[in-house]
Antibody, heavy 120, light 107 residues
């Protein structure tokens, strides 16, 4: 079935970087943009940016522009989100998601989420 | 950025009740408004796209309406499994933005 499977939980120190993976299966990976959304504990959802797996083109929310990088490896149908210069405010669950129907860009497929904890 | 404001922040209703959640946009988003359900510890699940279209597999007790700046999500006949937080999302302009969520509980 169509699914996105993310890498496991990470614990990082302030100032470090984290790289989260999102492996697609059940559909043609290069067909739909991969988006990243994060959620701090008890908080709402925050969109971070998108990547086109076919071209590698990206678009980032301005807040993350200077320290986020979204990439992909089409040989293994996997997208990556790397966030640098981590602070405690980056402690959150990070989701990848895609809009496979293309209708109103609604995210109909989500990964299970990856918990990233930033602590000294 | 377009601000999305949901009301109420939380509500408690009895099983079988009709529940309505409102989402207001700071400027028009046409019909580029989607609704998600998120149960604790889980990823969000798409319920409604394009303001009023029901996602495949979603129970028909869920419905959406609105356009422009004001939207509603209605649950007609609340069920115990509907206990969750509900989010609206606008995809009309970048950056796309979410409402702050409405937590629904059963009395």
């Amino acid at each position: 079935q169509v699914q996105l499977v993310q890498s496991g939980a990470e614990v990082k120190k302030p100032g470090a970087s984290v790289k989260v993976s999102c492996k697609a299966s059940g559909y043609t990976f290069t067909r739909y943009d991969i988006n990243w959304v994060r959620q701090a504990a008890g908080q709402g959802l925050e969109w971070m940016g998108w990547m086109n797996p076919n071209s590698g083109n990206t678009g980032y929310k301005q807040k993350f522009q200077d320290r986020v990088t979204m990439t992909r490896d089409t040989s293994i149908n996997t997208a990556y989100m790397e966030l640098a210069s981590l602070t405690s405010e980056d402690t959150a669950v990070y989701f990848c998601a895609t809009a496979s129907s293309g209708l109103y860009s609604a995210f109909d497929i989500w990964g299970q989420g990856t918990m990233v904890t930033v602590s000294s | 950025d377009i601000q999305m404001t949901q009301s109420p922040p939380s509500l408690s209703a009895s099983a079988g009740d009709r529940v309505t959640i409102t989402c207001r946009a700071s400027q028009s988003v046409s019909r580029y408004l989607n609704w998600y359900q998120q149960r604790p510890g889980k990823a969000p699940n798409l319920l409604i796209y394009g303001a009023s279209s029901l996602e495949r597999g979603v129970p028909s007790r869920f419905s959406g309406s609105g356009s422009g700046t004001e939207f509603t999500l209605t649950i007609t006949g609340l069920q115990p499994e509907d206990v969750a937080t509900y989010y609206c999302q606008q995809t009309y302009s970048s950056p796309q933005t979410f409402g702050q969520g409405t937590k629904v509980e059963i009395k």
